[in-house]
């Protein structure tokens, strides 16, 4: 079966596929016949269930009547669809409490994610093994990122540090940066950019507080 290559999808398709991705995966595989329909998906996760078969269809999944979509099918459309197939080679720069945390988590290597080396300037850091990559001196960053065909890069570093070491990172190769730097990065069109503002994610939370009465 033919699948939609995943630069078709805008960004929120891509995140509502992850979101229906983990759910079967967690909650629903081992506990059902193999099959799940767009309506448990979408009660489970409190959204259209239209939405949910429209997202599906644009990936090549479509569901049988009164039975459902395959668990199997839908699971390994994601994985083609986003690339969790492939492998990607990775660092990160910042090897402080987050880079450091980020590095020991064992979680991305289902997803292609090969973390290489980290990076920092504390000279203190270099040498440490932190989940299986060695830190490595800043200074050094460019050639490993062209001697292992290095394309994406995990920034982890204070706001005054990202933007040059972004440009470092672009001169260098890499084509996609996972920001969790707090500030926006100014990249070239052909490099993509996922921006992870911790701020976003706490107005939220303040948001639904103040909405549910909350007292202070």
Excluded: C
């Amino acid at each position: 079966m033919k699948r939609t290559g995943p630069h078709t999808l805008n960004q929120l398709v891509v995140e509502r596929l992850m979101h229906y991705y983990h759910l079967v995966a967690d909650q629903i595989e081992s506990q059902s016949s193999g099959h799940v329909s767009s309506a448990q998906i979408a009660q489970l996760l409190e959204m259209d269930d239209t939405l949910v078969r429209k997202d599906l269809a644009s990936i090549g999944v479509r569901g049988r009547p009164r039975i459902g979509f395959s668990t199997a099918e839908l699971m390994g459309a994601v994985r083609e669809t986003l690339g969790f197939n492939e492998r990607y080679r990775s660092v990160i720069v910042g090897a402080g409490r987050l880079g450091g945390a980020i590095a020991s988590y064992g979680g991305f290597g289902k997803y292609g994610l090969d973390i290489v080396a980290l990076f920092d300037a504390d000279p203190a850091r270099v040498g440490e093994t932190l989940g299986g990559a060695i830190v490595q001196p800043i200074d050094s960053l460019e050639s490993v990122v062209r001697d292992h065909r290095v394309h994406l890069a995990v920034l982890t570093v204070p706001a005054d540090a990202a933007q040059g070491l972004a440009e470092r990172l672009v001169e260098a190769g890499i084509r996609a940066i996972w920001n969790f730097a707090p500030r926006s990065l100014v990249v070239p069109s052909n490099v993509f950019v996922r921006h992870e503002h911790i701020s976003v994610g706490l107005a939220e939370l303040a948001y639904y507080l103040k909405r549910s009465g909350v007292p202070s």
